[in-house]
């Protein structure tokens, strides 16, 4: 079931991470504002995000299979509008409806994830959430090489199908837990935590709910803005096609960046979902999030130079 999620989420990641590389091409092709093309980035996040408590639900109700088949019928489809997309209401239209089915694949394949793995919650949750992160790295450079060689329309088609597809046919092998296949949980002195479950009228009603979901929102809203404007500020800057070498690897900035990046991303998810098992989950927010804070004022200072644009980014 492990597996399976990663894989999903690896099918799912470029939805995020990969839009910074059309952003370029859909204003030259169209001459729309920025501003206005990356509203479409930003309904894509919401739409990813605040419907998982209703996805959640129908997971529950319908178990996972459905909602990740449904999901992932939204990813696909959700690309092949914006391969056919000429104004900015259709890219709209396009990302709506890749956030919904994003939303419903990540937020199965994590639950799934918790349910199976309950003693490591964090460790688990942090090795489905490496497939997000990662999963992009994989394709950065190839849809980079389509958009260059075939238009950027052919990429969200190519890969909106291609991945959309993964994801059903994947979506037949997910299962629930039945009493009996997961282990006890164990209590770990470090991690604090309610001896009862809330419901969800009761945790809306809980301060701590807010602060960090007020905490979350700003440390999300950081690192998106970064992950949907990578291009963009490449370009502006004049690096993103400035090769830069590292430990003996020579790529282009903005190539480079972005695959770093992906990686990074995947990584640190399971490797601070095992630090939060051991030292607690607000201990390691507090890290995490002082490390992004710093990260993002030092790419502001120094993102000039190519190789801090890498580095940093």
């Not at 696909?76 to 914006?82: A, D, K, L, R």
């Not at 990578?230 to 282009?252: E, R, Y």
């Amino acid at each position: 079931q492990l597996v399976i999620g990663v894989i999903c989420m690896v099918m799912i990641a470029n939805l995020q991470y990969g839009w910074t590389f059309f952003v370029p091409d859909i204003q030259k092709k169209f001459g729309f504002d920025r501003a206005a093309i990356q509203w479409a980035f930003t309904l894509f996040v919401l739409f990813e995000t605040w419907l998982v408590p209703i996805e959640g639900w129908f997971v529950d109700k319908y178990g996972p299979r459905v909602v990740v088949l449904f999901g992932g019928a939204l990813c696909g489809i959700g690309w092949v509008i914006n391969s056919y997309a000429a104004s900015l209401n259709m890219f709209y239209l396009g990302q709506v409806v890749a956030g919904i089915g994003a939303g419903a694949v990540y937020g199965t394949c994590v639950g799934s994830a918790l349910k199976w793995f309950p003693d490591k919650r964090g460790l688990a949750a942090g090795i489905i959430a490496a497939g997000f992160g990662a999963g992009s790295a994989l394709t950065v450079a190839p849809i980079q090489w389509m958009i260059a060689d075939h238009g950027f329309q052919a990429a969200f088609f190519n890969f909106g199908i291609g991945q959309g597809l993964v994801v059903c046919a994947l979506a037949f092998f997910f299962t629930s837990p039945k009493k009996g296949q997961v282990p006890e949980v164990v209590a770990n002195a470090n991690i604090i935590q309610t001896r009862r479950n809330y419901t969800p009228g009761e945790v809306a009603r809980q301060p701590i709910f807010w602060l960090m979901y007020f905490m979350f929102v700003i440390v999300g809203a950081g690192g998106l803005m970064i992950t949907a404007n990578l291009k963009p500020i490449a370009s502006d800057i004049g690096v993103d096609k400035v090769p830069v070498t590292i430990m003996g690897i020579t790529m282009v900035a903005i190539t480079f960046a972005a695959t770093i990046d992906r990686v990074l991303n995947g990584l640190t998810r399971p490797f601070f979902g095992w630090v939060s098992d051991k030292i607690g989950r607000e201990n390691t927010m507090f890290i995490a999030f002082a490390m992004e804070g710093f990260g993002i004022y030092m790419l502001y200072l120094w993102g000039h130079d190519p190789l801090w644009f890498v580095l940093l980014s």
